[in-house]
């Protein structure tokens, strides 16, 4: 069984940009999760999918971040325009429940912001 | 402010002892734990969850949940340098939404 795909892997970029990353998660996951990991500290959930709705985005940053979950199966996290503070590991997360019984983290996108 | 708390360590312990690590967390309302372990450079991965008060065992894994004292602890038992990472808890509070909170983990060294 693959794994969560995410890309890029590394991304670099000034403030002010924008980025965007790319998750695929494991075929059938109908729960999908976005985290930002900050260096040093534990994940912390930016928003999460059942199938192709909205559970929970109540700590995304919704003047610079968006997200979508297409068809309820991959998805996209954007940042315009990046802060330095951004920088951080983005974690998409998948489970085949609502409940993270089962969740599976994909290798993560490392965003460093000049 | 839900808050999961974890001391940041490093806990350094011997091969073959028991590795005891502890969380504890603000909510009580807070209905499902659980740990994950995250090598360095690497994502999280699940090691087990508990929801009910007492022990559950997996393997060299035990998780204890006392929810009267809103603590939840993982024993890593006959510990292997394998076992060197950071163990983050996670808690999930009740009313349907299923939305994690982490605490910042804590750094556990296994030195042979």
């Known amino acids: 069984e693959a794994g969560v795909a995410q890309s890029p892997r590394y991304k670099i970029i000034e403030k002010r940009q924008s980025v965007a990353f790319w998750c695929n998660p494991i075929s059938g996951h109908a729960t999908l999760y976005w985290y930002q990991q900050i260096l040093g500290q534990g994940p912390k959930l930016l928003i999460q999918?059942?199938?192709?709705?909205?559970?929970?985005d109540s700590q995304l940053p919704k003047d610079r971040f968006s997200a979508e979950r297409l068809k309820g199966v991959d998805s996209t996290l954007k940042i315009q325009p990046a802060k330095l503070e951004d920088s951080a590991v983005y974690l998409c997360?998948?489970?085949?429940?609502?409940?993270?019984?089962?969740?599976?983290f994909g290798p993560g996108t490392r965003l460093t912001v000049t | 402010q839900k808050e999961v708390e974890q001391n940041s360590g490093p806990l350094s312990v011997p091969e073959g002892a028991i590795a005891s690590l502890n969380c504890t967390y603000s909510?009580?309302?807070?209905?499902?734990f659980f740990w994950y372990r995250q090598y360095s450079g690497k994502s999280p991965e699940l090691i087990m969850f508990?929801?009910?008060?007492g022990d559950k065992e997996d393997g060299r894994f035990t998780a204890q949940l006392n929810k009267a004292s809103q603590y939840v602890s993982l024993l890593i038992r006959d510990s292997q340098p394998s076992d060197s990472a950071t163990y983050l808890c996670a808690v999930i509070q009740a009313g349907g939404s299923y939305i994690p909170t982490f605490g910042r983990g804590t750094s556990l060294i296994v030195h042979p």
């Open positions: 999918f059942q199938n192709n709705g909205v559970v929970d």
């Open positions: 997360a998948s489970s085949p429940l609502p409940e993270p019984y089962e969740q599976y």
């Open positions: 508990i929801y009910s008060n």
């Open positions: 909510d009580r309302g807070s209905q499902s």
